[in-house]
């Protein structure tokens, strides 16, 4: 089994962007969408009954992305990353919107001596 370094440039995900926090720190904002599927969260649930939206008791939030094999790697990297939609997102995209979806980060395997 090969083990890989992961490099994501979160800034390119939709809507990201660094902020200022009120405590003088900086922070990286990422929208949540779970329509699209990009970036999804269970941090909420909808009670069926009621309709009311109330917090989970196990909080997650998942950045999904789909890793593509390079046929010639480069730069020691294997394969690139893309952010991953749903299915039904994904029906929705031509071919030409599907070739718009930016690269985000790629993969590379892992070695010892890599100071990333």
């Given at each position: 089994m090969t083990n890989y370094n992961l490099k994501l440039d979160a800034l390119k995900?939709?809507?990201a962007r660094v902020i200022d926090n009120p405590d003088g720190s900086r922070g990286l904002y990422i929208p949540i969408?779970?329509?699209?599927?990009t970036v999804t969260d269970g941090y909420f649930v909808t009670d069926k009954k009621t309709?009311?939206?109330k917090e989970k008791a196990s909080k997650s939030v998942y950045i999904n992305l789909t890793a593509?094999?390079?046929?010639e790697p480069k730069f020691g990297q294997t394969h690139f990353l893309k952010p991953a939609f749903n299915k039904g997102v994904m029906e929705g995209l031509t071919e030409e919107q599907l070739r718009l979806v930016p690269f985000v980060g790629n993969l590379k395997p892992w070695?010892?001596?890599d100071n990333q």
């Open positions: 995900l939709k809507g969408n779970n329509r699209i599927g309709g009311v939206k593509f094999e390079l046929h070695s010892a001596t």
